[in-house]
Each structure stands twice: as structure tokens, then as C-alpha cells.
């Protein structure tokens, strides 16, 4: 196969690889990871780490990205500057356990003092929210330093710039199919291809003026003409986003938001810590060891209320749907968001137990809970920046913005124009149609998926049955490791990471998250692959109680 070493990370083109040279007989675990966005820099940077404290370190990874975005990939590629990260620069990091990591590399690039506060060389501060396409720059920096670590333990690291549309299972080993016709084996491989797209509720895909992926944003926000009504469904940061690009190039027609119901999010309050007395893992091991292993969503959901009530908020009222119109709502938070602090820091700390309250949860009470809380708890778990709210109580105050609920449809007219259906609210069953030239679905990424998940890959993993899909969001996962299951068996040495698992850990859109989960596959294919080769050892280190020392 064609190799060739460079040293430009950015704006990758061809099928690149970066290769240390590794002057030995020995074969090579061979590593595959798919997909090079924030979920596979933190897969990288764990693998290293892992590797480097291991008595093994004859490894070749090699990582396929099918945009030239290496590092950044699709959430954090460049695009315009209004799409702020909605935590603030010092508590931003794919790292578990250095939050200030994001802070750290900016102050390295040359900072200042300014007004009693310091801001880096760019003019960001520690409490400041960044652009996404500025943390970019971070994963892609982040990135090469894990490839400089590789090259000290003499790990070779390539990055292939195509697409993987398919990978096989064939006995001790995968073969990985990419868009150019070529066939790699590998020992392990690792998902991590992001976010699925969202759902096409109305069946609008193919319209020329239907946006189903809404990043990035400037691949059609130009091409918006400045007095076109555009219709956006949603109403979270997502759709905060898309709005305020508009606004940003002096959009005057009418912007819509299209939400089922009123359930606003909220606005970012400053971090503190939050220390959870009830919803906790030892009061969990608790329930767990008298019930066989299980909580009842009444049990779990008790002790969160608990430290709800600790953090000053009503349970009921907090998730009934918001009285106020979108504008007041905005208005009541820029006057008293403070006030919803302690609930963000609650719903921080929840972070690092969630996952195992959700894996003991039966299969029922996943499911009432999907049915009944997911949604309402979704829309107030992910903030906005006060920037960008900021931006939207303009737009709502100078009449270019509006909200609509609830949506009952959206149907096309003519090949250029879309009707919006909203209920009216005095209960007559009869609705207002509104008429769009632009509909974009800002509805986030889809949790289910189907053998149209708008990956060729997925896809084909799904139709030869190498995936199966989980009901409550994406492929099952083994909670322990993360490797792929298919039905009650391991597919062995195949792992994935980020939201295809969010069935199994059920909130996986955090940062954390994200470098937890890294953390995870990286201790277990390392270790995997050491116990195969030392079962004596993995043994004794049992015996012990050693077996994750490192």
C-alpha cells in the first residue's frame, strides 16, 4: 500500500500518513480508529498514555477521517465565529480530570493582562466563551502532540483521509473498506464517527431549500437571500446557533422557530462544585445489592429529587412546560437565570453517575423514562451561552424572530416553499399556516437510528448485522467496555465511543463523556491485548486486585 510521511496536519487532501519508523521483526497490533473529531483525539491521546505504562508497545494506529477537518472534525471545523462552546474557556477540555486543559494551551500560545483580568493572545479570558471553530484549533494541536508521544514510544500513527464505508469481521480480524476501493486488515477498531444526522421528521430531504444537517452553517447561509423567511425547527442551542448566523449577515425577513412545545432551555450560570448526597454511587450499590443488580425509576428518580430539593429547585414545576412567551422567558433569565446556578451544577455532577443509574435501570423503567422525562429533562440540560441569548432576545425585541408552538407539520407547496402547520391555542383544532422559503432542521442529532442514518457506513454495519441497534439510542455497547455487542454476545476487539452509545450510557454529549469514554476502550484494548499474550500474569494481577493499575 502507498505510504508517504508529512508533517501539515491541516487541510489534508490525499490519503496521508504520519509513520515513525519501527525497526523490528515483530508484527504489529494493528489499530483502526474511525473518525478524527474531538471522540478520536481523546481515543488517541488515552491509547498512548495506556500504551506507554504498558510492559507492550508494538502498535500501528491508523485513523480515517473523511472530511480534512483532522482534529476538529464536524462540530468544530471552521465555521463562523457566533457559534460559541456553552462552557466557559477554563472548564473546556477533552481530558478526564484537567478541565483546565483548553486554558492551559491557550495561555501557552502568549496571554495578557488586561483590566485586572488575564486573556490569552486572542483576547479570551477564563470565564469567557469561546467559538467552536477556536477549539478546533485546540483538538487539531491536541492532536499532533499525541502523534509527537506516539513517535517517542516508537507507535506508528497514520491519518487516511477517506471515507469508511464498510468493515468486516474474518476470524481474529476486520477488514476496513474505504472509499477508495481499498481493503486494510486490522486487529482492533474503534468507532467514533460522531453524531448521526437528525431525523427527517416531514420527509423534506431532497427540497433545494430543506437543510436536514444544520452545521456547518456555512455551507448554505449565504445562499439565504436577506428577506427570506426561514423556518428553523427547534428551539435549543442548536437553533440559537443558526439564528444568530443569520442576524450576523444582516438577515431582515422573519426567522421562525417550530417547537412542539414550550420547554425554552435555560441560560449558562458560572460552575460550582456540587456535591450529590443522594444520587450518588454508594447509596445506588446500596439499592443495587438488595434488588439483584437493579434500581427502580422510582427509587432513582426519588434520590434525585432529594438533591434537587437541596439545590433549591422544585421537581414538578422545574419540568413543567414554561408558562412565559420565548421573549419574557429570555427577559425572566437575563434578571434571574442566576437562580437556576445550583440546578447546572447538579446536573454537572450527575455526569459521572448517570450512566450507572441508567445501566440498572430495567428495560421498563428505560422506557417510561425515554417516554415520560427524556425530552423534558434534554431541553433544560443544555444551556446557552448569555451571548447568545443575548443575540436572540435582540432578534425576538426588533420583530425578525419568532416562536411558534406547537408544530403539527410542515408540508411543501411548490418546490420552493414550505407551509408550517401550528395549532391554534384556543383549543378549536384548527391551525395557523405559515409560509417558509427556507426550512432547516435544528432538531439536534438523531438518538435512534434506522437504515437511513445518513451513513453509508452505519448502514451497511447494520445490514450485515456487524451493529445492533440499541432501542433506547444507538448500537449496543457492553457497559463495561464499550465493545460492540450483537445481541448477548461481544463482537471482540471492536469498540465505539460518543453518541452511537448513548443507549448504553444514556447522556454522552458532554466533553466528560466523551473523554471517559476514550478512557474506557483504551484501558480495555490495551489491557486485552496484554492478558492474551501474559494469562499467567493477567492472573496473578487478579489474584491481586491489580488488574487496572495503570
Known amino acids: 500500500m502507498h505510504q508517504k510521511t508529512v508533517s501539515k496536519l491541516l487541510g489534508v487532501s490525499d490519503c496521508l500518513r504520519i509513520e515513525s519508523n519501527i525497526c523490528s521483526s515483530e508484527p504489529l497490533t494493528s489499530i483502526a480508529i474511525i473518525g478524527c473529531g474531538a471522540s478520536g483525539v481523546a481515543t488517541l491521546a488515552s491509547l498512548i498514555e495506556f500504551i506507554k505504562n504498558s510492559n507492550y508497545q508494538k502498535y500501528k494506529i491508523n485513523i480515517f477521517e473523511k472530511n480534512s477537518n483532522f482534529g476538529s472534525g464536524l462540530a468544530y471545523q471552521c465555521d463562523s465565529d457566533d457559534l460559541l462552546m456553552n462552557m466557559v474557556s477554563s472548564t473546556t477540555s477533552i481530558f478526564e480530570n484537567r478541565e483546565t486543559d483548553f486554558w492551559e494551551w491557550v495561555v501557552d500560545k502568549g496571554h495578557q493582562m488586561g483590566s485586572g483580568q488575564v486573556l ?42 477517506h471515507e469508511v464505508i464498510d468493515i468486516k469481521r474474518r476470524n481474529q480480524y476486520f477488514e476496513v473498506a474505504d472509499c477508495a476501493e481499498r481493503v486494510s486488515r486490522f486487529d482492533y477498531v474503534i468507532l467514533c464517527i460522531g453524531n448521526i444526522e437528525p431525523h427527517d421528521m416531514f420527509k423534506l430531504r431532497g427540497k433545494s431549500r430543506y437543510v436536514n444537517n444544520p452545521y456547518p452553517t456555512n455551507r448554505y447561509a449565504m445562499g439565504i437571500g436577506r428577506s427570506d423567511s426561514v423556518g428553523i425547527i427547534g428551539g435549543q442551542l442548536t437553533a440559537a446557533d443558526i439564528a444568530v448566523v443569520l442576524a450576523r449577515q444582516g438577515h431582515a425577513g422573519p426567522i421562525h422557530f417550530f417547537t412542539r412545545g414550550s420547554n425554552h432551555p435555560l441560560m449558562r450560570c458560572s460552575k460550582e462544585k456540587f456535591e450529590l448526597i443522594y444520587f450518588n454511587l454508594k447509596n445506588l450499590e446500596v439499592i443495587k445489592s438488595r434488588q439483584f443488580g437493579e434500581i427502580s425509576l422510582r427509587q432513582a428518580l426519588r434520590l434525585a429529587r432529594k438533591d434537587f430539593i437541596r439545590a433549591g429547585v422544585k421537581w414538578n414545576k422545574f419540568f413543567n412546560p414554561v408558562q412565559h412567551s ?36 430495567s428495560t421498563s423503567s428505560k422506557r417510561i423514562f425515554m417516554n415520560k422525562y427524556h425530552r423534558l429533562w434534554m431541553c433544560k440540560r443544555v444551556p446557552l451561552p448569555v451571548h447568545t441569548y443575548l443575540k436572540i432576545y435582540s432578534l425576538l425585541k426588533a420583530g425578525i424572530l419568532n416562536h411558534q408552538t406547537p408544530l403539527l407539520g410542515i408540508e411543501v407547496r411548490d418546490p420552493d416553499k414550505f407551509v408550517a402547520s401550528i395549532s391554534k391555542a384556543d383549543c378549536s383544532g384548527e391551525s395557523i399556516k405559515v409560509e ?7 432538531t439536534g442529532p438523531a438518538r435512534l437510528i434506522d437504515g437511513n442514518s445518513g451513513s453509508l457506513l452505519l448502514n451497511n454495519l447494520m445490514k450485515s448485522g456487524l451493529v445492533m441497534v440499541n432501542p433506547f439510542g444507538g448500537i449496543q455497547v457492553d457497559y463495561e467496555t464499550s465493545m460492540v455487542r450483537r445481541g448477548g454476545d461481544k463482537v471482540k476487539n471492536f469498540y465505539a465511543i460518543g453518541h452511537l452509545t448513548s443507549g448504553t450510557y444514556y447522556f454522552v454529549s458532554s466533553l466528560d463523556m466523551v473523554s471517559m469514554g476514550a ?13 492474551s499474550i501474559n494469562p499467567m500474569e493477567s492472573i496473578r494481577k487478579k489474584q491481586f486486585g491489580v488488574e487496572n493499575a495503570n
Do not use: T
Not at 467552536?132 to 513517535?151: M, N, P, T, V
Not at 422559503?437 to 435544528?442: C, T
Open 120 to 161: 490569552s493572545g486572542s483576547g479570551v479570558s477564563p470565564d469567557g466563551y469561546i467559538s467552536r471553530q477556536f477549539f478546533g484549533l485546540y483538538l487539531k494541536d491536541r492532536l499532533q502532540d499525541a502523534i509527537s508521544d506516539a513517535k517517542k514510544i516508537n507507535v506508528s500513527v497514520g491519518l487516511e483521509n
Open 519 to 531: 478512557k474506557r476502550v483504551a484501558r480495555d484494548l490495551v489491557g486485552s491485548y496484554w492478558r
Open 326 to 361: 420565548y421573549e419574557d422567558w429570555i427577559r425572566h433569565l437575563l434578571s434571574k437565570g442566576d437562580m437556576y446556578a445550583e440546578w447546572q451544577n447538579f446536573a454537572i455532577a450527575s455526569d459521572a453517575v448517570i450512566s450507572n443509574y441508567w445501566d440498572a435501570l
Open 436 to 442: 417558509c422559503d427556507w426550512i432547516i432542521n435544528a
